[in-house]
Nanobody, 121 residues
Framework: QVQLVESGGGLVQDGGSLRLSCVASTSIFALYHMGWYRQAPGKQREFVATIRRDGVTNYADSVKGRFTISRDNTKNTVYLQMNSLKPTDTAVYYC???????????????WGQGTQVTVSS
């Protein structure tokens, strides 16, 4: 299992920006598919964005045009740049890594501990 450590969360005002980072402890990071997911209080965890090992990205409709996922394989890190944040983006954000694309977003992959993002109105 890959160990993942997220950082970059915090409190920001409506319309603000944050950049989340997730560092993976593996020597073969470039071979992993990576994703960001979030869980708001009282809700199920939901998909935010994914980036495949070939660099292809995918976004939830709710964040398209506002969030950007990227990866730096030299730093074993995946990022989530979040702009134009809304109070509805408030959640714990989790990083996920999977060697098989079919496992991305599930417990087949590895999860980080999460980082809290709070957007105030």
């Amino acid at each position: 299992q890959v160990q993942l450590v997220e950082s970059g969360g915090g409190l920001v005002q409506d319309g603000g920006s944050l950049r989340l980072s997730c560092v993976a402890s593996t020597s073969i990071f470039a071979l992993y598919h990576m994703g960001w997911y979030r869980q708001a209080p009282g809700k199920q965890r939901e998909f935010v964005a994914t980036i495949r090992r070939d660099g292809v990205t995918n976004y939830a409709d709710s964040v398209k045009g506002r969030f950007t996922i990227s990866r730096d394989n030299t730093k074993n890190t995946v990022y989530l740049q979040m702009n134009s944040l809304k109070p509805t983006d408030t959640a714990v954000y989790y990083c996920n890594a999977a060697f098989d694309i079919r496992g991305l977003g599930s417990d087949v992959g590895s999860w980080g501990q999460g980082t809290q993002v709070t957007v105030s109105s």
